[in-house]
């Protein structure tokens, strides 16, 4: 069938099967060609395409234990972010780290090590995994952690499921006292003042900022920033107490059918950014927001993408060393403005240290992603902005990336060549591959 990410670009048609259990293994692994594994679709590109065959996750749905002293849960690598939060948060655990969508399955959440707004202080979702399963191309079960099979750990956490099939994961979930976060927006002029309030935030363990990538000259990269800290139930007003780990109610908008294409433009989405920015800052003070518009705002709307049109859009994520932040985000901001292309989900987080995985995207200092709908120009304004990344010593996200070239690659994944050399020692190659990794030659 014709599948795609959830930016909608690339399609490609591809053979598909659905994995139940190790038992289906044998079959899968003997068939001609190459695979890869995909969970819900939630990379935005072509990460989880294989054209020979994607091999569908959802199968493995089970939750196979959970030790509440420890808060270690053990699942299958099919199992959803969201049905996680809908068992255990009304129980009072939180997953550690979590993405911008809750729709996305753990095997999925592990092949990208996935970052969120606590990266400054909590790292990836990997550095909280205890261990995984993992079908390999020789056709073995192999259980990995950071003691056995260390290498090959390594090289699956953001390995976008090139070293083998996530069958199961175990995992450290983090205790609550309730699913409200106590978050404050504060507004920023500019870009510069936008990272010195990042800077002064360290002590908030959740930050983002919401940019305004059509303004220019001195208003370039005004902001709002929000940070959050989890509550404690006795920081929670009356009206909220007497449920204090309560879930967000279960209604989402639809959106039926694609949006005309010329409905994002940088006369729509400039009329948008000033009332947002008007909006949050008029927003003064600490208040308590529920965990799911806190962390998932664009849950709420259901097939959000369709927002860009028939031809869908690509997301672009990159991320800075602290020492070139300033500069390139100002020349990336610059270039878009330039272009006039309008995206009204601009994004720029902090990062702390980078993580253990060979291929994990984040590292010390700025990360930025931006929507823009495909159009004429769009591809190569994306090429440009990969080239400002990559002459400021930057990288860009896999899970996001649509065109990067495989030289840049190279450039910004040190460790791209042990990656390399593990997937080739374990025959990796020879069975799992992507889209992403025929373009970048992995």
Same mark, same amino acid.
């Given at each position: 069938?014709?599948?795609?990410?959830?930016?909608?670009?690339?399609?490609?048609?591809?053979?598909?099967?659905?994995?139940?259990?190790?038992?289906?293994?044998?079959?899968?692994?003997?068939?001609?060609?190459?695979?890869?594994?995909? @969970?819900?679709?939630?990379?935005? *590109?072509?990460?989880?395409?294989?054209?020979?065959?994607?091999?569908?996750?959802?199968?493995?749905?089970?939750?196979?234990? /959970?030790?509440?002293?420890?808060?270690?849960?053990?699942?299958?690598?099919?199992? @959803?972010?969201?049905? %996680?939060?809908?068992?255990?948060?009304?129980?009072?655990?939180?997953?550690?780290?979590?993405?911008?969508?809750? /729709?996305?399955?753990?095997?999925?959440?592990?092949?990208?090590?996935? =970052?969120?707004?606590? =990266?400054?202080?909590?790292?990836?979702?990997?550095?909280?995994?205890?261990?995984?399963?993992?079908?390999?191309?020789?056709?073995? %079960?192999?259980?990995?952690?950071?003691?056995?099979?260390?290498?090959?750990?390594?090289?699956?956490?953001?390995?976008?499921?090139?070293?083998? !099939?996530?069958?199961? &994961?175990? /995992?450290?979930?983090?205790?609550?006292?309730?699913?409200?976060?106590?978050?404050?927006?504060?507004?920023?002029?500019?870009?510069?003042?936008?990272?010195?309030?990042?800077?002064?935030?360290?002590?908030?363990?959740?930050?983002?900022?919401? +940019?305004?990538?059509?303004?220019?000259?001195?208003?370039?990269?005004?902001?709002?920033?929000?940070? @959050?800290?989890?509550?404690?139930?006795?920081?929670?007003?009356?009206?909220?107490?007497?449920?204090?780990?309560?879930?967000?109610?279960?209604?989402?908008?639809?959106?039926?059918?694609?949006?005309?294409?010329?409905?994002?433009?940088?006369?729509?989405?400039?009329?948008?950014?000033?009332?947002? =920015?008007?909006?949050?800052?008029?927003?003064?003070?600490?208040?308590?927001?529920?965990?799911?518009?806190?962390?998932?705002?664009?849950?709420? +709307?259901?097939?959000?993408?369709?927002?860009?049109?028939?031809?869908?859009?690509?997301?672009?994520?990159? !991320?800075?060393?602290?020492?070139?932040?300033?500069?390139?985000?100002?020349?990336?901001?610059?270039?878009?403005?330039?272009?006039?292309?309008?995206?009204?989900?601009?994004?720029?987080?902090? /990062? @702390?240290?980078?993580?253990?995985?060979?291929?994990?995207?984040?590292?010390?200092?700025?990360?930025? *992603?931006?929507?823009?709908?495909?159009?004429?120009?769009?591809?190569?304004?994306?090429?440009?902005?990969?080239? %400002?990344?990559?002459?400021?010593?930057?990288?860009?996200?896999? *899970?996001?990336?649509?065109?990067?070239?495989?030289?840049?690659?190279?450039?910004?994944?040190?460790? =791209?060549? &042990?990656?390399? &050399?593990?997937?080739?020692?374990?025959?990796?190659?020879?069975?799992?591959?992507?889209?992403?990794?025929?373009?970048?030659?992995?």
């Amino acid at each position: 069938m014709k599948l795609s990410g959830w930016g909608r670009y690339p399609v490609v048609d591809c053979g598909t099967a659905t994995l139940r259990g190790p038992e289906d293994l044998g079959g899968v692994l003997a068939r001609r060609g190459t695979l890869i594994a995909r @969970g819900q679709g939630r990379s935005y *590109a072509d990460a989880a395409l294989n054209r020979d065959l994607t091999l569908s996750t959802l199968g493995l749905g089970r939750m196979q234990a /959970f030790d509440a002293d420890t808060g270690v849960l053990t699942c299958e690598a099919g199992v @959803g972010l969201d049905d %996680i939060l809908r068992t255990f948060v009304p129980r009072g655990w939180f997953p550690p780290v979590v993405p911008g969508t809750k /729709f996305v399955t753990v095997g999925g959440m592990i092949a990208a090590d996935v =970052h969120g707004k606590n =990266h400054h202080r909590d790292g990836t979702f990997g550095a909280h995994v205890e261990a995984l399963t993992l079908a390999t191309a020789d056709g073995g %079960i192999r259980v990995c952690s950071r003691t056995q099979d260390a290498d090959l750990f390594r090289a699956t956490l953001g390995g976008m499921g090139l070293t083998g !099939v996530i069958l199961s &994961a175990s /995992f450290r979930m983090q205790p609550i006292e309730t699913s409200f976060v106590l978050a404050e927006t504060v507004a920023a002029a500019d870009l510069d003042a936008a990272m010195a309030v990042f800077e002064a935030s360290h002590d908030w363990p959740y930050s983002v900022a919401w +940019i305004d990538c059509l303004a220019r000259g001195r208003r370039l990269g005004r902001s709002l920033v929000l940070r @959050g800290a989890p509550m404690r139930r006795r920081a929670l007003p009356a009206a909220l107490a007497s449920r204090p780990l309560r879930l967000a109610p279960e209604g989402r908008i639809r959106v039926p059918v694609d949006a005309p294409s010329l409905l994002l433009n940088r006369w729509s989405v400039g009329l948008f950014n000033g009332l947002y =920015h008007r909006r949050g800052r008029a927003r003064a003070g600490p208040r308590p927001v529920h965990f799911d518009p806190f962390f998932f705002p664009l849950d709420r +709307i259901d097939g959000w993408n369709r927002l860009y049109g028939r031809r869908g859009f690509v997301q672009y994520q990159c !991320v800075l060393s602290a020492g070139e932040s300033a500069a390139g985000l100002a020349a990336l901001l610059g270039r878009v403005s330039v272009a006039g292309q309008g995206s009204f989900l601009a994004v720029l987080k902090r /990062f @702390g240290p980078a993580g253990e995985g060979l291929m994990s995207f984040p590292a010390e200092g700025y990360t930025l *992603a931006l929507d823009l709908p495909l159009r004429r120009g769009t591809l190569a304004l994306v090429d440009a902005l990969d080239g %400002i990344t990559h002459a400021h010593g930057g990288r860009v996200y896999f *899970a996001k990336d649509a065109c990067c070239r495989p030289e840049r690659m190279r450039e910004g994944y040190p460790q =791209h060549a &042990a990656f390399d &050399a593990l997937r080739k020692a374990w025959g990796a190659p020879r069975k799992f591959a992507s889209e992403l990794s025929r373009r970048l030659e992995l």
